[in-house]
Each structure stands twice: as C-alpha cells, then as structure tokens.
C-alpha cells in the first residue's frame, strides 16, 4: 500500500504521540524517514517450499536519516486496517 502524505503525516503524529522522540538504537541520530510503502511479510514453509502471503503483520517502517536502521510497526495497531490478503498462489503441479 503506498502511504499518502496525509497517512504520513497521520504515522509521524502517532509515533510521537506513542514514542516521543526517536533516537536509532544503532547509531544515535534522532531525524527518520518513514518509507512511503507499508508492506507486508511473506512467510515460507520450508519442506513444502510454498509461500505464505495472508500471515504476516502488515508493517509501516520508518527508516534512520543516517545509517539506515528500520524501526517497523504495526500498521493494523496504528488504525491502518489493510484489504483482505490476496490469495495464496497454488504452485504448479501441486495438486
Ligand atoms: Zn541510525
């Protein structure tokens, strides 16, 4: 889901709100980005090789200014309710 300006805005308040002031727990700095693309994790059940889209924590993350690091929160927690998760695509010849 691509973040708004306004759904950024709405994230930023919020972080404050709930955090107070950010500082990166790997290098100190105190300015983050918020990337304007929450996502959503995908799971992989390892014997069967097959990919799990619908049990992952859809995610805002909010990146340092600095170094990098990404503090990730939960979108759903932040009042982001996302759509139904897409269907699981059924490898071929796994039937
Ligand atoms: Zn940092």
Known sequence: MQLSQPD????AEWI????GQLRCTCCGY????????????IGVDLHSMR?????????????CRNCGHLLIFSSEIMG??????PPVPIPEGAK
């Open 8 to 11: 950024r805005e709405r994230i």
């Open 16 to 19: 404050q709100t709930k955090c």
């Open 30 to 41: 105190g300015i983050f980005e918020i990337v304007p693309l929450a996502t959503l994790p």
């Open 51 to 63: 990919f799990f889209y619908a049990h992952g924590v859809p995610q805002v993350s909010v990146g």
């Open 80 to 85: 982001f309710k996302p759509d139904a998760p």
